[in-house]
């Protein structure tokens, strides 16, 4: 039988492996709360029965708006169910920045913690709240128990949304990015496919389910194949030491998904410490790149390659380093199955010549169709059929990609998307600024940090400190500066435009 939607994928996993563990949750000092997916399934029906009697219904834009836990999971699977939208975003964002979102998402509903119930107080957007205490078992919640199990069938076609994706952009907000059933299937299915993930791995899952490398690459493959997903609610390198090191068990793990930092932070937890890993079959890294000396550094800790992959909001994942296969340090690897690429001089649209530089640009069934209520945007992302990354990259004669810059002025930041126009215009604000340019800069830990050159106007006493304190009041801490320089004025060419290239060059 054909599945037109993500949830009849999913309900077709758990008919399959029903008793099976599907979701082990683990929060430190906590008992660990365990689902099979035949549980995970009813409990899916009883969320989604809970946001049917709130008027949720397909094409409704829900948004997500606390930490991770079984409540986001059961929510976000429930809203699949109904055809209505999953809107996830970050539960450290501060109120200036959710003031945006709100009135951009047009959402019919927030799921949001009780410690957050006066954001909506403090926003005009028409949308019905629902409190809720994430940290509360499901059968806990007032929401959950005024539900039924029953639920009208939604009738979902793949080309209906699923998710919208929050993504920076280099106009300054953050632009939605609509990911439709096909887009969710078609990206889950593929990885799937080229690591083997099956019903007999076990996932820790360490990452932030706000992002597609946390929701659609680890826990919708993971719920597609049957494997079991052991779900941190943060990432503790103790904590992530101590499951990864585990040899025996139901807790015993085959796979790791990661950015660089994490790696990194691991590492420098153990020390010199030796920890036999041996029992883990995939470790994976993206959403940032992994130099060459960190490959090698992953290699020695764990005792195998890490495989190095490539994927967007807008895309899904686009490149790995083969499974089985020569994996190269500072590769994105092999395009994968059912992806077309192109590489483009961004000048003359043209094809660039074999072991030249160009912009990547895509074809796949993953790739979104569009941005969410932005036509301008969406109609530059794309050129007849192609979607434009704005990455700058080159192919090997062995037909492996590596990138080489970025044509968008986006800083990766910990895995992070920063826009530098977000961070420049909470710059500007402060009384004593004239105007400022933001740039990442390379950075071991956090593969680029953000660096703020900024212009005083004449007579202002303000100093780094009050800069750096201004942007922590106003936006999450991995967007705000670390480091201010102050300059007299910043480089411009003679269209007036801000030569960034040469901020980089004297912060």
């Given at each position: ?8 994928h ?71 169910k ?23 998402a ?10 957050n ?33 029953r ?6 076609r ?15 907000n ?12 078609a ?21 932030p ?6 929701l ?79 490959f090698?550094?992953?290699?020695i ?81 794309f050129m ?20 080489t ?21 909470v ?81």
């Open positions: 039988m054909e599945h037109h939607s993500f949830s009849e999913f309900s077709a996993s758990c008919l399959q492996h029903r008793q099976k563990p599907a979701i082990t949750f683990l929060r430190r000092g906590q008992p660990e709360t365990r689902l099979s997916f035949l549980e995970l399934e009813q409990h899916t029906d009883r969320m989604a029965s809970m946001f049917q009697s709130r008027g949720v219904s397909k094409g409704d834009r829900v948004i997500l708006f606390f930490q991770k836990s079984l409540v986001f999971v059961a929510a976000h699977l429930a809203l699949q109904l055809g209505a939208v999953t809107v996830p975003l970050n539960p450290d964002f501060k109120k200036s920045e959710m003031a945006y979102l709100l009135q951009d047009r959402a019919k509903v927030i799921f949001l913690e009780t410690h119930a006066d954001l909506i107080k403090k926003n005009h957007a028409p949308i019905t709240p629902l409190i809720v205490d994430s940290q509360k078992p499901l059968q806990d919640l007032d929401v959950w128990n005024a539900a039924s199990d639920i009208a069938p939604a009738d979902i793949e080309n209906d949304p699923g998710v919208m994706i929050y993504t920076s952009g280099t106009t300054g953050p632009k939605g990015v609509i990911l439709t059933q096909k887009n969710l299937i990206d889950a299915l593929n990885i799937v496919d080229i690591w083997q993930i099956n019903e007999s791995d076990t996932i820790c899952h360490a990452l389910l706000f992002h597609v490398h946390g659609c690459f680890a826990l919708h493959t993971a719920l597609l194949a049957g494997a079991h997903v052991l779900l941190l609610d943060r990432f503790a390198p103790q904590d992530v030491i101590d499951i990864l090191g585990k040899a025996e068990g139901d807790r015993r793990c085959t796979i790791f998904m990661a950015v660089p930092a994490m790696y990194a932070k691991l590492i420098g937890y153990l020390g010199e410490a030796k920890m036999d890993f041996s029992h883990l079959r995939l470790l994976t890294s993206g959403s940032a790149p992994l130099l060459p000396k960190d090698k550094r992953i290699r800790f764990f005792g195998k390659e890490p495989v190095e992959r490539e994927g967007m909001s807008e895309t899904g994942m686009n490149f790995s380093n083969p499974l089985q296969g020569k994996r190269k340090p500072g590769s994105i690897g092999l395009p994968l199955p059912g992806v077309n690429v192109r590489l483009v001089d961004a000048e003359t649209g043209l094809d660039v010549p074999p072991g030249q530089t160009g912009e990547i640009w895509l074809q796949s069934p993953a790739i979104t169709p569009g941005y969410w209520q932005k036509p301008d945007e969406t109609a530059k992302a007849n059929d192609w979607f434009k990354t704005g990455d700058l990259g080159h192919v090997d004669t062995d037909g492996y990609y590596f990138l810059d970025r044509l968008k002025h986006i800083i990766i930041s910990g895995g992070e998307n920063i826009s530098p126009k977000e961070v420049e215009a710059i500007n604000q402060l009384s004593g600024i004239q105007e400022s340019a933001v740039v990442g800069i390379p950075d071991e830990k956090w593969g680029e940090k953000v660096v703020a050159a900024v212009v005083k106007k004449s007579g202002a006493k303000v100093n780094a400190d009050a800069v750096m304190s201004h942007c922590k009041r106003h936006l999450h801490n991995w967007k705000c500066p670390k480091e201010v320089v102050f300059v007299k004025e910043l480089p411009r060419n003679t269209m007036g435009k801000v030569l960034m290239e040469t901020v980089k060059a004297f912060v």
